[in-house]
């Protein structure tokens, strides 16, 4: 079963520095991130005192519990306590976590991701802590036993707080081309390689809005790394995650995690939109110029048509626009509503499903014309941003990979 997390206008400063430095002091938490590593096809033994260790709990309680918020995408593998698969939303007393352990999927190489709340007695953390796991660091010891292949299905993924209740209806002509570009066949046959994610450098931003949310990890990543910051309100920030994304908000967001710069003028616009800001048109033409959108023509006129609701189908050829991918996924979309893909959007959604940016729902359908919610796009934004910012630090040409977040 694939989920998807299902894809909102952020009220964004962008790179501001009050905004990152206030997101760097708001860190007052009591369960913390950690990182672990274990060798190729081994299994890794969690303990209680990683957790303890990584808890500050209120002066005269200890830890006694954690809630699992988030589990593994089973393509890196799966927790497993006393031989039975864990499962989101579980809690797992202290003294039971020595007996805590993931297991790789077979030859898996790269990250897996889980996130947990801390219990003290009657009281829990506000704000989930992640637990990153990085498989394939050094050759597998003799003395380890080898990790069982991966045959449980895909683990619970983030779902949307209010799936769609009917079929999604058609928008309006896309802003994306229709047509992929085909990038040059390998010569061998790729290999998977290493999970692209840039190492965390800070705690996730907090947003209050966000405190039992699943998406609070990745916009709280996005934050803190001063890549998309929310709205700051009396000292607290809210990320807004039910809202909407219109077209224009996604061109936005995604100019901001390519490192896009706004345009100084208008001047040379190709759009023939009536009505659109100053601020916003020039964002749309960076966009433009940079390959992101190429508009929608009409009459003989290019239209961006900037305030229709942004679809799933557009986020993604948005984003696969804009990575540019060396090697195009080859497999075929598996999706049970794989007919109802546009066919300017199918290679993009292959590309990103391959490359473990993008899931589909539960139900195994992708919805292509459903409407991307913020926390849905900051989901996309910062698995896309993680692949990118990899690439870029190692020159690493990456395959199919999978990533065990969205």
Not at 204 to 231: F, K, T
Request: with cysteine; charged share 20%.
């Amino acid at each position: 079963m694939k989920k998807f997390l299902s894809v909102a206008l952020f009220v964004v400063y962008i790179c501001s520095g009050a905004v990152v430095s206030a997101a760097r002091d708001n860190t007052t938490l009591i369960a913390n991130d950690f990182r672990k590593s274990t060798p190729l096809n081994t299994v890794l033994t969690l303990s209680a005192g990683d957790f303890v260790e990584s808890v500050n709990p209120p002066k005269g309680s200890s830890l006694t519990s954690i809630t699992l918020t988030q589990v593994p995408n089973a393509k890196s593998g799966t927790l497993q306590l006393a031989g039975k698969t864990v499962q989101k939303n579980d809690t797992i007393q202290t003294s039971a976590l020595n007996n805590l352990r993931f297991v790789p999927a077979k030859n898996y190489k790269g990250e897996a991701i889980f996130t947990w709340n801390a219990q003290y007695g009657n009281a829990s953390s506000p704000y989930p802590a992640a637990v990153v796991i990085t498989i394939g660091e050094g050759a597998a010891p003799a003395s380890e036993p080898p990790a069982a292949e991966d045959t449980a299905q895909p683990s619970e993924a983030p779902v949307p707080t209010e799936a769609p209740s009917e079929a999604p209806t058609e928008t309006s002509a896309p802003t994306e081309a229709p047509t992929p570009t085909e990038a040059p066949t390998p010569t061998e046959a790729p290999n998977p390689t290493e999970t692209p994610a840039p190492t965390p450098t800070q705690k996730p931003l907090q947003y209050e809005d966000m405190l039992r949310h699943w998406g609070a990890y990745s916009a709280g990543m996005l934050g803190a790394e001063g890549i998309i910051v929310g709205e700051e309100i009396g000292g607290h920030f809210y990320f807004y995650p039910d809202k909407q994304l219109t077209r224009i908000d996604f061109i936005i967001l995604t100019n901001s995690i390519f490192g896009i710069k706004t345009k100084d003028s208008t001047a040379d616009s190709p759009f023939a939109d009536a009505g659109v800001p100053d601020y916003m048109l020039r964002q749309a033409i960076a966009a433009y110029e940079a390959g992101l959108i190429s508009g929608s023509p009409q009459g003989g006129k290019l239209y961006l048509h900037p305030f229709e609701a942004l679809t799933r189908a557009e986020a993604a050829k948005i984003l696969d626009n804009g990575l540019k991918l060396q090697y195009p996924a080859r497999n075929a979309l598996d999706f049970s509503d794989a007919g109802d893909i546009p066919g300017w959007a199918a290679q993009a959604i292959t590309n990103l499903e391959s490359y473990g940016i993008i899931r589909g729902y539960e139900d195994n359908t992708f919805r292509p014309a459903a409407p991307v919610n913020k926390a849905q796009a900051g989901e996309m934004l910062y698995q896309t941003y993680k692949y990118r910012d990899k690439a870029r630090k190692t020159k690493t040409v990456f395959h199919e990979i999978f990533y065990g977040k969205v």
